[in-house]
């Protein structure tokens, strides 16, 4: 297929203008016209883009790419060792942030949500889109079993606050760096929260305003979403997605 054809079906698909970001979404780094081999993953890191190189592929769709607002201009280091390898190998660079975190279906929440036993509601925030959401558990647990829950499905222990003696029906989700989220979650009476990163004041406001809150990793809540857009697209062009998935602690 064409870098065309992919590109306008990726946006049919995220509707990447219906959200501010943080970073340009779609094509970041332009490579070779014709696209029959596609590698997925995390985040644009060296070791990702050398295996897209390996793997003769000739996109690399990603949730974090480059050019975040904010972090300087100019590709120097470590950004012009990626970019250049890119550039070496013909290698299209795609990348969608926001729009792959709150995609109802593909995205990292959605795709979280259905392996931890979270049936979806809503939206949190009261704006047109709302990147965190809340959900009701299937099977209502205390908060020590959801945490091992967690560790079981995401191959790691999340950093937990346990605070409530009751089990979990409610909680609300944003995978990624939302820890942010947990103080609108306690106010609109959630159990719990669940995100992938953990801030000092988050402790305080789970113990003081009474809810339970987990910090699974950044990288770890949010692997689920680049692999289902890939499988997405291997379905609907039949070409060949293979994701990768560099493993990262936090």
């Not at 780094?29 to 060296?46: C, L, N, P, R, Y």
């Not at 949730?63 to 970019?83: A, C, D, L, N, P």
Request: glycine share 10%; hydrophobic share 40%.
């Amino acid at each position: 297929m064409k870098r065309s054809e992919l590109l306008a079906f990726l946006n049919e698909t995220l509707a990447p203008n219906q959200i501010n970001d943080f970073c340009p979404n779609g094509l970041q780094i332009e490579g070779k016209d014709q696209i029959s081999k596609i590698v997925t993953g995390v985040t644009a890191s060296q070791a990702l883009v050398d295996k897209a190189v390996e793997l003769n592929a000739d996109a690399l769709v990603v949730h974090h790419g480059y050019f975040w607002k904010g972090e300087s201009q100019v590709i120097t280091g470590m950004k012009q060792r990626r970019i250049k390898a890119l550039l070496d190998a013909d290698i299209n660079l795609i990348a969608y942030h926001l729009p792959l975190d709150i995609h109802p279906q593909l995205g990292n929440n959605a795709q979280l949500a259905k392996l931890l036993g979270i049936e979806l509601q809503g939206a949190m925030e009261s704006s047109a889109v709302s990147v965190p959401v809340w959900g009701k558990l299937i099977n209502p647990v205390m908060g020590g079993e959801f945490a091992k829950r967690i560790e079981s499905v995401l191959g790691r222990a999340p950093l937990s606050s346990l605070v409530r003696d009751e089990v979990i029906e409610t909680i609300g989700l944003c995978t990624g760096g939302g820890q942010g989220y947990i103080d609108l979650a306690a106010q609109q009476g959630l159990d719990a929260y669940l995100t992938g990163e953990a801030s000092e004041q988050t402790i305080h406001s789970s113990r003081e305003q009474g809810i339970d809150f987990f910090a699974a990793g950044h990288h770890a809540t949010e692997r689920y979403g680049a692999k289902a857009l890939g499988e997405h697209i291997a379905e609907h062009f039949g070409v060949d997605v293979t994701f990768v998935d560099i493993d990262n602690p936090v």
